[in-house]
């Protein structure tokens, strides 16, 4: 049962543009939703977050916006640069039926690529 | 600030061979402490975690085994590695409270 998705495995974006990458999550339950960035055979690097009582949260570049009624999330980058050419995962967090501990649900991956 | 190292970097290892990988985390105290698999071209999967010394819980059956003999060590174990155990580990870490998670730099396991 995937519980966080990220339905397009990859995304192409000119340098300058935007760059949009989506996640839709099933359980109710998450109250707590991250972006991680991450280059080949390295580790995730955490980008950005937003807390369930919040719908927008901003960070230099990148803003993460959170839709409940919907169960999605995006990340908006502006402007695009080429140094932002990675994976990106979404990620979950909160009481799914337990005692979470801080687990986090991970979806797929979004590869992006920014070109020059 | 906190670091979070893991060795080795890269492992390769035969069908059958015992597998000790180790992550530690500097900078913080009594952390919650995660171990990842990321399998070719899927997404993270989590496989223990742990609260404190001695607590691990497992959150997949598997062929692995973690333990937590410090604060702020944690170690994955195997007896004997089979074939689909190769993969890309990550190890994780948060405040008690927190539930953002900072990664280390992996370790590339390949068994052959």
């Known amino acids: 049962d995937q519980q966080v998705k990220q339905n397009s495995p990859s995304l192409s974006v000119q340098e300058g543009r935007i760059s949009i990458l989506n996640c839709d999550y099933t359980n109710s339950m998450f109250d707590y939703f991250l972006w991680y960035k991450k280059y080949p055979a390295e580790g995730p690097t955490f980008l950005i977050s937003i807390s369930s009582i919040k719908d927008k949260n901003e960070d230099g570049r990148f803003t993460v916006f959170l839709n409940k009624s919907a169960k999605h999330l995006s990340l908006h980058i502006v402007p695009s640069q080429p140094g932002d050419s990675a994976v990106y995962f979404c990620a979950a967090s909160g009481d799914a039926g337990g005692t979470s501990y801080g687990k986090l649900t991970f979806g797929q991956g979004t590869i992006l690529t920014v070109h020059p | 600030s906190q670091t979070i190292h893991q060795w080795p970097a890269t492992l390769v290892q035969p069908v059958g061979s015992p597998l000790s990988l180790e992550c530690t985390v500097e900078g913080t105290s009594n952390p919650n402490l995660y171990w990842y698999r990321q399998a070719a071209g899927r997404g993270l999967q989590l496989l223990f975690y742990s609260v404190g010394i001695g607590q691990i819980s497992s959150e997949v059956p598997q062929n692995l085994s973690a333990s937590r003999p410090q604060d702020r060590q944690f170690i994955l174990s195997s007896k004997k590695l089979l074939l689909s155990d190769s993969g890309f580990y990550l190890c994780?870490?948060?405040?008690?409270?927190?539930?953002?998670?900072?990664f280390g730099p992996g370790t590339r396991l390949l068994v052959l």
């Open positions: 994780a870490w948060s405040t008690g409270g927190g539930e953002t998670q900072y």
